[in-house]
């Protein structure tokens, strides 16, 4: 097939493209550099420098690469930012969002992918989270993918836009040739990892007062390879639908720093701070739904795998991508 790819030149993106890419499909990479990097480029997909802002330019590109499919991984996506400015995610996710939606619709695409969150469920009352839990995001981030989300159904009904929703927990890991480089750096395994590299001292731990084993957050980690497999399944889709996507085991921010220490043999000191705005206590996902409809089965579930692949990643790239 051939697939438009917004934000392919960040670190979900590229290596989604990459993926597709050796899978057979034809990928057109749309990115303003923004934030993501020229060098994540795979060089086997074609690269157009734009920007959903603006809407011809969406529209011109989108007409020219012709796609069977849409993937949209460009967006803002930090909680503790959108806490703080909540006008750029309702701007470049939700606004932007819609100028490459009426693109599709111009051009007669008639299928997306979305880069969806399991943010949009804020602090679910129960884990493993399932698809039917109510949608209450604690973060103008999460509320920005829950309009995305309502859009589409939209989108759908009147103008036969097919979607599949994908619901990230925490994507993590790297593939042989790219990886997590963002600036700043916001994440976790990456910013204890950039302990371990020698770049930062010690590690911060947001709250440790959470009703957690051992007081701070649970999340739930899911390997890049594994995201992007999933991806190239919904492909396959023949109905909109939403689909929860994470390994389904939950690890506490100590357990991660913990996992770290164990995959690179290094003491890697972790300083304890207050919480983090927006943050929910635990967030684990039931995959079940698209193990049973599309077969997904993930590869690479074990968090010290997860954070070896991470570790291989930085240590070849310690200054990340070339600016
Ligand atoms: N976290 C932390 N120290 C850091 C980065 C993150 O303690 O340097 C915590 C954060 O508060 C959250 C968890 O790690 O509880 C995962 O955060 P991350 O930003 O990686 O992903 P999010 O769940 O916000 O998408």
Not at 139 to 156: I, N, T, V
Not at 163 to 185: K, M, T
Request: hydrophobic fraction near 40%.
């Amino acid at each position: 097939m051939r697939i438009f790819v917004t934000g392919g030149a960040g670190y979900i993106g590229s290596i989604c493209v990459e993926e597709l890419l050796n899978a057979g499909h034809e990928v057109t990479v749309f990115d303003n550099l923004s934030k993501g990097h020229r060098d994540a480029v795979d060089p086997r997909a074609k690269f157009v420098n734009g920007d959903l802002a603006d809407a011809e330019g969406t529209r011109q590109a989108l007409r020219a690469a012709a796609p069977d499919a849409v993937m949209p991984f460009a967006a803002s996506s930090l909680v503790p930012e959108s806490m703080v400015y909540p006008s750029k995610y309702f701007q470049n996710n939700v606004a932007n969002g819609i100028n490459l939606l009426d693109a599709m619709v111009d051009c007669g695409v008639k299928r997306i992918v979305f880069s969806s969150s399991c943010a949009l469920f804020g602090a679910p009352d129960r884990v493993p989270m399932t698809e039917e839990l109510p949608v209450k995001p604690l973060s103008p981030y999460g509320q920005s993918k829950a309009m995305f989300e309502q859009m589409l159904r939209w989108y759908d009904q009147i103008h036969g836009i097919q979607y599949v929703n994908l619901r990230y927990f925490n994507a993590a890991g790297a593939s042989q040739r790219f990886g997590e480089d963002h600036r700043p750096e916001t994440h976790l395994i990456p910013n204890v990892l950039a302990v371990a590299l020698g770049k930062k001292d010690q590690v911060e731990i947001y709250g440790t007062d959470y009703m957690t084993p051992d007081g701070t957050c649970v999340r739930d980690y899911i390997h890049i390879l594994d995201l992007a497999s999933a991806h190239i399944l919904a492909l396959q889709s023949r109905q909109s639908v939403s689909y929860n996507l994470g390994s389904g085991d939950g690890y506490t921010v100590k357990q991660v720093v913990e996992a770290c220490r164990r995959v690179t043999g290094l003491p890697i000191p972790a300083i304890e701070r207050p919480r983090r705005p927006g943050d929910p206590p635990k967030l684990v996902a039931s995959s079940k739904k698209i193990a049973s409809e599309l077969g997904w089965k993930p590869k690479f579930p074990k968090l010290t795998d997860i954070v070896a692949s991470a570790w291989a990643w930085h240590r070849a790239h310690p200054d990340g991508y070339r600016e």
